[in-house]
T-cell receptor
Framework: NAGVMQNPRHLVRRRGQEARLRCSPM?????VYWYRQLPEEGLKFMVYLQKENIIDESGMPKERFSAEFPKEGPSILRIQQVVRGDSAAYFC????????????FGQGTRLTVV | GEDVEQSLFLSVREGDSSVINCTYTDSSSTYLYWYKQEPGAGLQLLTYIFSNMDMKQDQRLTVLLNKKDKHLSLRIADTQTGDSAIYFCAESRGKLIFGQGTELSVKP
């Protein structure tokens, strides 16, 4: 049973380009969470999704950021028109249910905007 | 406030015990967690405690929970150099809310 898989591990984008980050949850997990970690900071919650539904997007910036978790395929975090301040590590976690006892994290995608 | 708070740094000698402290905010949090992050890596779940428990022990790890003070601690017995990492506590409010992390440095 593979763990939470994120790709790419490293992503470099020029200012103004789009970044697409992918997360495949663990088998049997239908809940996905995205977090952002700025250098030398903790993890900040961004969005919580179930299949085809956004449950909580209270941590998502109002513009340029979007997330989806389609019926088939991985969850995608999309950042349009990236800026230098978007440079961070983006982590995905998955769990079986909302009131989960264990959320498992992926290795993260490190986005660098140049 | 809304923040989960931890001290930023802790330095111990190999073989000593480490105690990492955390204060959380939501008394209705059902579970409280400790995660470990090594450099350049993701988060590894170390242990968690259900809110109706005071203590949980798992090998070298002991978690203490004081619900009245909303205080959580992680004790690592016989700390090894391989324990050097950043340790995050988190509370569950439907999603996990993390502290800023405590960097543990273990000196030989």
């Amino acid at each position: 049973n593979a763990g939470v898989m994120q790709n790419p591990r490293h992503l470099v984008r020029r200012r103004g380009q789009e970044a697409r980050l992918r997360c495949s949850p663990m088998k049997g997990h239908s809940h996905v969470y995205w977090y952002r970690q700025l250098p030398e900071e903790g993890l900040k919650f961004m969005v919580y999704l179930q299949k085809e539904n956004i449950i909580d997007e209270s941590g998502m910036p109002k513009e340029r950021f979007s997330a989806e978790f389609p019926k088939e395929g991985p969850s995608i975090l999309r950042i349009q028109q990236v800026v230098r301040g978007d440079s961070a590590a983006y982590f995905c976690a998955s769990s079986r249910g909302q009131e989960n006892t264990e959320a498992f994290f992926g290795q993260g995608t490190r986005l660098t905007v140049v | 406030g809304e923040d989960v708070e931890q001290s930023l740094f802790l330095s111990v000698r190999e073989g000593d015990s480490s105690v990492i402290n955390c204060t959380y905010t939501d008394s209705s949090s059902t579970y409280l967690y400790w995660y470990k992050q090594e450099p350049g890596a993701g988060l590894q779940l170390l242990t968690y405690i259900f809110s109706n428990m005071d203590m949980k022990q798992d090998q070298r790890l002991t978690v203490l929970l004081n619900k009245k003070d909303k205080h959580l601690s992680l004790r690592i017995a016989d700390t090894q150099t391989g324990d050097s990492a950043i340790y995050f506590c988190a509370e569950s409010r439907g999603k996990l809310i993390f502290g800023q992390g405590t960097e543990l440095s273990v000196k030989p």
